[in-house]
């Protein structure tokens, strides 16, 4: 989510609206999909050729060193799938067109930022390995961050301008003014702590002739978030004179902001307001915007999730997700970060996204090759309600195996529509796929890559699935691999377990010493 405009509006009067801190000794609450991104965006960070994973884990591990060297204790929480009502699509198609275009422009030598595909995964991989707590919420996580910070009375962290709307407690902290690289010590001490901004919601609503709090959730979405974007708003903004109030140069580019913000401070509460804004709008649509705006406007309210439980306790409970009947191993897998939101999307919506990266536009988008292992994940995801587990594969509606992807071609997206395949039939349950053995788990696996068992016994343990997945590559025409390719891509798999080996002697870890063993072959 975002409202338009409003970041820069407060950041341009940052001496009104943020105090300064010096964090230490706390708990924060980190929006983990605003984190990932500023990290990968602002480290210099090669982007053009598939992602400088490497350096980027290195950044996130020196980032949250920074904080434990502070006694600061993050939480992690990254946003999970699409909004199960799917109110936010159309957002969504605009921005993956925006991607498309800034893929583009890098991929002909030009500018611009586009995360590689893997980054999240890696982000993930590195808290793990730090032991930092985070959780994957069931859909957009930003209600469930202001409720947990809330309940601990701690700081946000992230750079989304709807945390400037939220009624927080201790305050957000927006990411670019969080100085985590310039650590300084308390005078006459050796405690560390980092410099950075915290937003006064209250400093705000003061500036604003100490205009009720309660307002701001309604300018939210009179203004433009990601969930509202109605043209007969643009009716009342054109057709109410909106007062500026004393703006200072800075707010001509600011125009709607000041505005809306000045005239909302006049009434009392958000009943009077909303009242007011129908009287500009037809009176056969006032009903229709009236309910799409009061629900638009719960965005804001706090969440059911109690997030505290599954940091405590393990146990996430949304209820969301609860209703939809899934399996409760794919529920924790997915809070645990261990199944992606491409899961969730595929289950609740029967759509999913294919990230876009920067490759050829003229091409064939790399996911194509994928095809058919998304089509066999597809078919293990049918089966998630009990009364369909005895189903014959025919015997299921047509409608029920077709699942649509939102994907690249050249620089336009389309909505592909894409069968599902059946697999095995003793694989097919999914309730029940976390019960099978690990052999037929590993049959499952080579029967959808398409790659023997006899080709892999050869093969180290720690690089078996490299290599089989190699081997599905090489066998599609797609890929068009050349020998340098594939030399190039062993060399890969090599470079990283032998690096290992190089400079850290006497570590007891077989992977290394495998890899010296398929490079010598």
Same mark, same amino acid.
């Given at each position: 989510?975002?409202?338009?405009?409003?970041?820069?509006?407060?950041?341009?009067?940052?001496?009104?609206?943020?105090?300064?801190?010096?964090?230490?000794?706390?708990?924060?609450?980190?929006?983990?999909?605003?984190?990932?991104?500023?990290?990968?965006?602002?480290?210099?960070?090669?982007?053009?050729?598939?992602?400088?994973?490497?350096?980027?884990?290195?950044?996130?591990?020196?980032?949250?060193?920074?904080?434990?060297?502070?006694?600061?204790?993050?939480?992690?929480?990254?946003?999970?799938?699409?909004?199960?009502?799917?109110?936010?699509?159309?957002?969504?198609?605009?921005?993956?067109?925006?991607?498309?275009?800034?893929?583009?422009?890098?991929?002909?030598?030009?500018?611009?930022?586009?995360?590689?595909?893997?980054?999240?995964?890696?982000?993930?991989?590195?808290?793990?390995?730090?032991?930092?707590?985070?959780?994957?919420?069931?859909?957009?996580?930003?209600?469930?961050?202001?409720?947990?910070?809330?309940?601990?009375?701690?700081?946000?962290?992230?750079?989304?301008?709807?945390?400037?709307?939220?009624?927080?407690?201790?305050?957000?902290?927006?990411?670019?003014?969080?100085?985590?690289?310039?650590?300084?010590?308390?005078?006459?001490?050796?405690?560390?702590?980092?410099?950075?901004?915290?937003?006064?919601?209250?400093?705000?609503?003061?500036?604003?002739?100490?205009?009720?709090?309660?307002?701001?959730?309604?300018?939210?979405?009179?203004?433009?978030?990601?969930?509202?974007?109605?043209?007969?708003?643009?009716?009342?903004?054109?057709?109410?004179?909106?007062?500026?109030?004393?703006?200072?140069?800075?707010?001509?580019?600011?125009?709607?902001?000041?505005?809306?913000?000045?005239?909302?401070?006049?009434?009392?509460?958000?009943?009077?307001?909303?009242?007011?804004?129908?009287?500009?709008?037809?009176?056969?649509?006032?009903?229709?915007?009236?309910?799409?705006?009061?629900?638009?406007?719960?965005?804001?309210?706090?969440?059911?999730?109690? #997030?505290?439980?599954?940091?405590?306790?393990? @146990?996430?409970?949304? =209820?969301?997700?609860?209703? $939809?009947? /899934? !399996?409760?191993? %794919?529920?924790?897998?997915?809070?645990?970060?261990?199944?992606?939101?491409?899961?969730?999307?595929?289950?609740?919506?029967?759509?999913?996204?294919?990230?876009?990266?920067?490759?050829?536009?003229?091409?064939?988008?790399?996911?194509?090759?994928?095809?058919?292992?998304?089509?066999?994940?597809?078919?293990?995801?049918?089966?998630?309600?009990?009364?369909?587990?005895?189903?014959?594969?025919?015997?299921?509606?047509?409608?029920?195996?077709?699942?649509?992807?939102?994907?690249?071609?050249?620089?336009?997206?389309?909505?592909?529509?894409?069968?599902?395949?059946?697999?095995?039939?003793?694989?097919?349950?999914?309730?029940?796929?976390?019960?099978?053995?690990?052999?037929?788990?590993?049959?499952?696996? #080579?029967?959808?890559?398409?790659?023997?068992? @006899?080709?892999?016994? =050869?093969?180290?343990?720690? $690089?078996? /699935? !490299?290599?089989? %997945?190699?081997?599905?590559?090489?066998?599609?025409?797609?890929?068009?691999?050349?020998?340098?390719?594939?030399?190039?891509?062993?060399?890969?798999?090599?470079?990283?377990?032998?690096?290992?080996?190089?400079?850290?002697?006497?570590?007891?870890?077989?992977?290394?010493?495998?890899?010296?063993?398929?490079?010598?072959?």
């Amino acid at each position: 989510m975002g409202i338009r405009g409003l970041m820069s509006f407060v950041e341009d009067h940052s001496n009104e609206f943020f105090i300064d801190l010096k964090l230490r000794d706390t708990k924060i609450i980190i929006d983990g999909y605003a984190l990932f991104h500023r990290l990968c965006f602002n480290s210099n960070l090669e982007l053009r050729y598939g992602g400088d994973y490497d350096s980027f884990a290195d950044v996130v591990q020196k980032f949250f060193e920074s904080l434990f060297a502070c006694n600061i204790c993050p939480y992690v929480v990254l946003d999970g799938g699409c909004d199960i009502s799917d109110k936010k699509l159309t957002t969504l198609k605009d921005r993956i067109r925006e991607k498309i275009q800034t893929a583009h422009s890098l991929s002909v030598g030009g500018g611009g930022y586009v995360c590689p595909l893997l980054i999240r995964e890696v982000f993930i991989q590195v808290l793990i390995k730090l032991r930092v707590c985070f959780v994957q919420c069931f859909s957009e996580a930003d209600r469930d961050i202001m409720t947990l910070a809330n309940h601990w009375n701690c700081p946000v962290l992230s750079s989304d301008s709807d945390f400037c709307i939220f009624d927080l407690k201790t305050g957000f902290c927006p990411l670019n003014s969080f100085q985590w690289r310039n650590m300084n010590t308390i005078k006459g001490t050796k405690d560390y702590y980092i410099p950075a901004k915290c937003f006064s919601l209250d400093a705000l609503c003061h500036y604003f002739n100490n205009m009720n709090k309660a307002l701001l959730p309604l300018f939210a979405v009179l203004c433009g978030n990601d969930y509202i974007n109605l043209p007969i708003m643009e009716r009342f903004l054109s057709t109410v004179r909106l007062p500026l109030g004393a703006a200072s140069s800075k707010g001509r580019r600011h125009h709607r902001v000041l505005g809306l913000l000045n005239w909302l401070s006049r009434f009392a509460d958000p009943t009077e307001a909303l009242d007011n804004v129908l009287k500009y709008l037809p009176k056969k649509n006032q009903e229709n915007i009236k309910q799409l705006l009061c629900c638009s406007m719960e965005e804001y309210q706090q969440s059911q999730v109690k #997030l505290q439980d599954f940091f405590q306790c393990g @146990t996430y409970v949304c =209820p969301d997700a609860l209703n $939809l009947g /899934l !399996p409760e191993w %794919v529920l924790v897998a997915l809070a645990k970060g261990q199944l992606s939101p491409f899961i969730s999307d595929a289950l609740v919506l029967r759509r999913t996204i294919l990230h876009t990266q920067v490759e050829n536009m003229q091409q064939p988008n790399a996911h194509k090759i994928s095809l058919p292992i998304r089509q066999i994940i597809y078919g293990l995801l049918l089966n998630v309600s009990p009364h369909l587990e005895n189903m014959s594969w025919n015997a299921l509606p047509s409608q029920t195996l077709v699942f649509s992807e939102v994907e690249r071609i050249n620089k336009n997206i389309i909505t592909s529509m894409v069968d599902a395949v059946e697999p095995p039939r003793d694989h097919s349950v999914l309730r029940k796929l976390t019960e099978l053995s690990l052999a037929r788990k590993q049959i499952l696996l #080579l029967e959808t890559l398409k790659v023997k068992q @006899t080709i892999l016994d =050869p093969i180290p343990t720690s $690089l078996k /699935l !490299p290599i089989a %997945v190699s081997c599905y590559w090489l066998q599609h025409r797609e890929a068009k691999a050349k020998l340098h390719h594939l030399q190039a891509l062993l060399l890969g798999m090599l470079m990283g377990p032998l690096q290992a080996m190089i400079n850290g002697p006497g570590i007891v870890d077989p992977a290394p010493r495998q890899a010296q063993c398929l490079a010598a072959r």
